[in-house]
């Protein structure tokens, strides 16, 4: 009887046995759910909500704090065959014990370091743990382009599927189709694995790629023609011919999108008592008004779908905007840079800064890095 | 001498039993929705349980969910459903990537006397409206679903239910090492649903 039981219990499923358990999980995470950063491989919910009762308990953020020491001394002490697994360690826990990721956490500085630690060593070129903590930091990083030059560079990853629809995935998302579309393929040719992953990576890759209403790549756009906005009138109502708005302009210029020409203005010149080529020529004065046909040809157009173009927009040919690193540089005392600019060469000596730094350090490290990756990395090590 | 009427909130089997399969109506469109199953735009805005909802406009989803609510009621209101499981699969590798579990105990009286319970009506949307909030939520745990999924619905009955044609006998589709996270529950007096989720523990060395 005992026994039948017993096989009873094992072969509950592990969920009715949690339902049935007294367990309780805390609700932490709906209340705070506003200051939860998504993370791509989800979270542990017990460790996010003793993360998130940190917010209100003073005793529990410095038992977070002390044990982020921990885990950066770990790694220096760290003695067996892996050294990366204590990195990984590190940057999970962060991950999980910051919520709100942030710059106050650290974890693009704990990125940057662990990539430079190992982007030389052979044992961790076809990593894939490895390659996920630069991945990782690229999407941390304003502009990830140098980050996969580096990659592809270096021949970090690239054994791996996973690098390829990255690489590709962010060349699309700058409009770049046809280098995305190399990426994939040369991903494929180089048999990264899972292979299936990749190819079914490449097949919503091309049914997105069908999907687009033209053809937007480097070439095309570079000869697309400038959109003027607004319309010109003259003073009679009438339409300025654009050949006269344009004359007064480079030929190419009209081709150039980079070129930021200011919009010619039509000057009517009535004022100056010279006769206006733009007025109507009263003397022709209409006799029949035509049929309704010929008075509505305007309205014969079929609409067409708006929602499914998009207009190609390249970033930072704007002008006037303030672009996203414009920042306003703050005043600093000269006495305050001295005493700042010590403290961050002591801290340099160390490799593991993070255990240092304050979080107004922190803060302008992260800053730095997400504005220029590898600016930490030997200058023969980038890419060219 | 004045008398009043005193209105009681009286739920009978098949009032819970409508009750229950509408709620799993509306959470499974809740899930997909949040859940990225199907794209934004093929869902509409409806007001459910004081809460905005949102409900598929997919023809084929919509017929799915119908008959699948309808064949739940028939089932609850024979006491003959323990279980109902909305399983996310990743459409290429059929691999198991959520399961969202509704748990159902029934009131065994309720089901052989034909008695009847009380509880308000405005009590069991309060319950409800929690549930809906937390799944709502959920994304803030769980991992991001960045494939195209497929959905699936598991009905766990009493052995001696016969399985209707458009039913077919399933495993279980567990997760193996599964996370698990509880979210509240409604009663209804002769149903009580408790809900949980569990999704994959994505490791750094999987691919």
Redesign the interface.
């Known amino acids: 009887m005992a026994e039948t039981e017993i096989e009873k219990i094992t072969t509950i499923?592990?969920?009715?046995e949690?339902?049935a358990s007294k367990?309780?999980?805390g609700?932490e995470?709906?209340t705070f759910?506003e200051n939860?950063r998504?993370?791509?491989?989800?979270?542990?919910?017990n460790l996010?909500n003793h993360a998130l009762n940190s917010h209100t308990d003073n005793e529990l953020k410095k038992s977070l704090m002390e044990q982020r020491r921990k885990l950066i001394e770990a790694i220096e002490e760290y003695q067996g065959d892996d050294p990366l697994l204590p990195w990984?360690q590190c940057i999970?826990w962060v991950q999980e014990a910051f919520?709100p990721g942030g710059d106050s956490s650290g974890l693009v500085v704990i990125y940057e370091q662990c990539v430079r630690a190992f982007w030389h060593s052979e044992l961790y070129k076809d990593d894939?743990?490895y390659l996920?903590v630069w991945l990782e930091y690229a999407d941390n990083c304003f502009d990830a382009d140098v980050i996969y030059a580096f990659l592809d560079a270096n021949g970090i990853g690239k054994t791996?599927?996973?690098f390829y629809i990255s690489y590709a995935l962010h060349l699309e998302s700058k409009n770049k189709f046809k280098a995305a579309n190399q990426m994939m393929e040369l991903g494929i040719s180089r048999n990264a694995?899972?292979v299936?992953?990749l190819k079914?990576a490449y097949r919503?890759f091309f049914a997105r790629s069908m999907a687009r209403p033209i053809a937007i790549d480097d070439a095309v756009e570079k000869l697309a023609p400038t959109r003027s906005f607004g319309t010109v009138l003259a003073k009679g109502e009438n339409r300025a011919p654009l050949s006269i708005l344009n004359s007064n302009r480079d030929p190419c210029a009209k081709n150039d999108r980079t070129r930021a020409a200011p919009l010619s203005i039509y000057k009517d010149s009535a004022d100056t008592g010279d006769t206006d080529p733009h007025k109507p020529d009263l003397s022709h004065s209409w006799h029949t008004l035509g049929a309704r046909a010929d008075r509505n040809k305007e309205n014969n157009a079929i609409p067409g779908k708006w929602k499914s173009y998009k207009i190609p927009q390249r970033p930072g040919t704007r002008t006037g905007g303030a672009t996203a690193s414009a920042f306003i540089p703050v005043f600093v005392d000269e006495e305050c840079q001295d005493s700042q600019s010590k403290k961050a060469e002591g801290c340099k000596s160390s490799n593991l800064k993070i255990r240092q730094e304050d979080d107004k350090e922190l803060k302008r490290e992260t800053e730095l890095l997400r504005k220029n990756p590898l600016r930490n990395f030997p200058q023969n090590s980038l890419p060219r | 001498m004045a008398s009043r009427t005193v209105a009681k909130d009286i739920i009978t089997l098949r009032g819970s039993a409508a009750i229950v399969s509408e709620f799993f109506g509306y959470a499974a469109n809740s899930i997909l929705y949040n859940r990225g199953v199907y794209p934004e735009e093929s869902f509409v805005k409806v007001k459910k349980y004081g809460l905005p909802m949102l409900l598929t406009e997919d023809e084929g989803v919509k017929t799915f969910l119908a008959n699948l609510t309808a064949q739940l009621s028939e089932w609850l209101e024979a006491g003959k459903l323990q279980r109902v499981v909305l399983v996310i699969m990743s459409k290429a590798t059929s691999e198991v990537l959520e399961r969202w579990n509704f748990s159902i105990e029934t009131d065994c009286e309720v089901v052989e006397k034909g008695v009847s319970r009380e509880k308000s009506d405005k009590e069991i949307m309060r319950e409800i409206q929690a549930i809906m909030r937390q799944i709502a939520s959920s994304i803030t745990y769980l991992p991001c679903l960045d494939e195209p999924c497929i959905f699936d619905v598991l009905a766990y009955t009493d052995k001696d239910v016969a399985v209707p044609f458009t039913w077919v006998e399933s495993d279980p589709k567990l997760i193996a090492n599964p996370q698990m996270v509880k979210l509240h529950s409604f009663d209804t007096k002769i149903h009580k649903v408790d809900t949980l989720v569990s999704y994959k523990n994505d490791e750094w060395d999987e691919q």
């Open positions: 499923d592990p969920e009715t949690f339902l367990i309780r999980n609700n995470w709906e759910k939860v998504p993370l791509k491989r989800g979270r542990n919910v996010l990984i999970k919520p894939l743990r996920k791996h599927s996973i694995q899972p299936d992953k079914a919503q």
